[in-house]
């Protein structure tokens, strides 16, 4: 969309799932470039929402509240306020913080499903389900586990195996059985309703081919890569208890697909964020900031073609935000599609993937109580290293450093000098300018080329370039006052001593107005310093924002060292989480029901050879396995790249199982399994006989 276009943009980040607390990868990968982004815009007095709120639908809620032996609700309230006030203290600057859980987002998503369903969009199409009959229940995917296909772990999701990372349906699972009772499930018959993507097809490719040039690679690719496998039709319900009713008749105890009714909360906050008739109590429950919003309907924000979308969101969600939602929009009509998706990619802590379930995380609660006032620190490290184009990686140690040698040693030492000089050669006042010499119109004329960098930076999704080159203003000023050595020329020339305080002050006030979207705690203490009130964008680039005679208030430190201490307490707590990982075994599952001799006997189990062994292309975990059986030699796809190198292995007699129906896996037909054993740690091994056998004798 050209700019000229634009009156209004509508800017969204990714609703946080309410079974946990927020850490450093989500505030990397989506709401610190989404907050900078707003206050940029904010700041060039565009007319902007920014809609956030807790997705509290979906199987994880139900899980974790059976875990924890509470309800639903429970969960989602209390998460919802553990992440509400992380966002609030933190300073992400949300218009309305808002919830899934709340009657207009109800309302609203089960409106939108209705008006879809009466347009004859959906497919009913009736699909072989499990269900568990001692819990009398249908089980979504992760209500299911068994064995993966792929690499033989014993805990595969009915959608997912986390081991080797292959995508599954739950009548893939080999031996499943249900969470809730530990018993097998039946397939039984369940009605859904479908959305036909795979006639949707044409238009969400125009749609998707439409931002080819302005969209990240990632984000187009990711695309392209479903459009060029073939979209097919995906269910928007669900058999369970907890989210959005479905509002048609013969849908009892079906719910919204948590994908389908999750970014209509997009829409259902802005719905109340300019209800003007809710309650003092609401408005403090959606955590509303009193943020000026033009006088608007929610339409003007959703459609319009005068109104820019723009989705923060990190790349697992890509597809539901390119390809889900924009299809639910077009089916609906009259809804305007996002110009922009910036995912990122995703950040690492100290080498290692983040992980909530191993606790291998920064939490932000945790980090805001160990870090008092740290907050602009941590946007700026998290901007410094944001996983823009490619994973990143966190860690503490750069942490103190890109505080104690950027943040203090560079922008805080140049605002602190030219503070602290003033205040001591001219009683904190701004003095004439004077004569103007040729350093100091090329400093000016310096100046008036950061806005637009930064800005153009920022406008193109580039944060960590914008911030690079707001710090590179604070160098300049560095190196301005190192150039004019102003504490020395006091004793010379006073005169020339005021020109270049005052050139540092002006910069300096510059310096506050660049750093609102990126640092908007030390931007206020800094122009709180200048005795100066905040200032749009448009003011910067000025040479003369200070005028003559301006009184300066009493300058204290911008920021401060962080000492080894604090630092090692942190990398500690980190070492004590991966010992304690180390020492956990593995959750064992009930014993499987049991089998009859026959059954048993019906599994033809070899030892064979491996004459061959090559990694799967475009994959990270399969490894293609020729075996020599005894009977045959046959092919077999493996989820153990990530532990053994192809070479190493050629030679290896390995226990398989060689009557296993064949499946084509990545396009190659697997005839078997090889057995392996792993322990707590999750290391694997191949289950071998202890001593040369001939190949194809039988394992009993």
Not at 626 to 642: F, H, K, M, N
Not at 685 to 699: C, H, K, L, R, Y
Request: contains cysteine; negative net charge.
């Amino acid at each position: 969309m050209e700019d000229h276009q634009i009156k209004r943009y509508t800017v969204t980040a990714a609703l946080p799932y309410t079974n946990g607390p927020v850490h450093i990868g989500h505030l990397a990968g989506v709401y610190v470039p989404a907050d900078t982004y707003v206050r940029y815009l904010r700041l060039k007095e565009k007319d902007v929402i920014f809609v956030c709120g807790s997705d509290e639908h979906g199987v994880p809620i139900t899980l974790k509240a059976r875990k924890e032996g509470v309800t639903p609700q429970e969960v989602v309230d209390k998460y919802h306020k553990i992440i509400g006030d992380s966002f609030r203290d933190f300073g992400i600057s949300f218009n309305i913080y808002h919830r899934t859980s709340s009657q207009t987002h109800h309302e609203t998503a089960a409106g939108f499903f209705r008006n879809l369903y009466d347009k004859g969009v959906f497919t009913e199409e009736s699909t072989e389900q499990y269900f568990d009959e001692s819990a009398q229940q249908f089980l979504a995917d992760r209500y299911i586990v068994g064995t993966c296909p792929v690499c033989g772990n014993e805990n595969a999701y009915g959608d997912q195996c986390e081991k080797c990372g292959t995508s599954l349906n739950p009548t893939d699972l080999i031996n499943p059985h249900s969470t809730l009772s530990g018993k097998a499930p039946v397939l039984r018959k369940t009605t859904n309703w479908f959305l036909p993507l795979d006639k949707m097809q044409p238009e969400i490719e125009t749609y998707v081919e439409s931002h080819q040039k302005d969209w990240r690679t990632t984000v187009f690719g990711q695309c392209k890569s479903w459009l060029n496998g073939g979209l097919q039709p995906r269910a928007m319900t669900r058999d369970l208890e907890w989210g959005v009713k479905v509002p048609v008749e013969g849908a009892d105890g079906k719910v919204l697909y948590v994908w389908f009714d999750a970014p209509i909360g997009y829409i259902s906050a802005t719905k109340d964020l300019l209800n003007a008739d809710l309650s003092e109590e609401k408005k403090k429950e959606y955590y509303l900031k009193n943020i000026p919003v033009k006088e608007a309907s929610w339409e003007d924000y959703w459609k319009s073609e005068e109104t820019k979308l723009v989705h923060f969101i990190g790349k697992d969600n890509i597809v539901f935000h390119c390809i889900i939602f924009p299809a639910m929009l077009m089916a609906h009509g009259g809804y305007t599609l996002a110009d922009q998706v910036p995912a990122n990619e995703f950040l690492n802590l100290e080498g290692d993937k983040i992980s909530t379930s191993r606790n291998w995380a920064v939490w932000l609660p945790e980090f805001l109580k160990d870090f008092p006032g740290k907050q602009d620190v941590l946007r700026y490290v998290l901007t410094s290293a944001a996983p823009e184009t490619k994973d990143n990686d966190f860690t503490w140690k750069d942490f103190q450093a890109r505080n104690n040698n950027e943040l203090v040693a560079i922008y805080g030492n140049f605002i602190n000098r030219v503070l602290v000089l003033s205040h001591k050669y001219f009683g904190g006042k701004a003095m004439p300018v004077g004569v103007l010499s040729q350093q100091d119109q090329e400093v000016a004329e310096q100046l008036k080329e950061f806005p637009e960098k930064i800005g153009y930076a920022l406008e193109n999704y580039r944060f960590r370039e914008a911030l690079s080159e707001f710090m590179n203003l604070a160098r300049l000023g560095n190196k301005y006052l190192a150039d004019e050595e102003p504490w020395k020329l006091i004793k010379t020339d006073p005169e020339r001593v005021q020109t270049v305080l005052n050139i540092g002050l002006q910069l300096a006030a510059n310096l506050a107005i660049l750093s609102q979207p990126f640092l908007p705690n030390s931007a206020d203490a800094l122009f709180t310093m200048l005795n100066l009130m905040p200032q749009h964008w448009k003011e910067a680039g000025n040479i003369n924002l200070l005028p003559e005679g301006h009184i300066l208030n009493e300058a204290k430190l911008l920021f401060e060292k962080i000492e080894d201490g604090p630092i090692q307490a942190q990398i500690q707590k980190l070492l004590n989480t991966k010992m304690e990982n180390e020492q956990v075994k593995l959750p064992l599952i009930e014993a499987k029901p049991n089998i009859t001799f026959e059954q048993f006997a019906a599994l033809d189990v070899r030892v064979g050879t491996i004459l061959a062994a090559e990694k799967v292309a475009k994959t990270k975990k399969l490894l293609k396995l020729s075996i020599d059986t005894g009977l045959d030699q046959r092919t077999v796809v493996s989820g153990i790249a990530e532990y053994f190198e192809p070479e190493a292995i050629i030679g290896k007699q390995v226990s398989i199982l060689i009557n296993l129906e064949p499946r084509e896996i990545k396009g190659i037909l697997s005839q078997g399994m090889i057995l392996m054993a792993e322990n707590p740690e999750g290391k694997l091994s191949f289950a071998t006989p202890s001593e040369a056998f001939t190949n194809g004798s039988v394992i009993r």
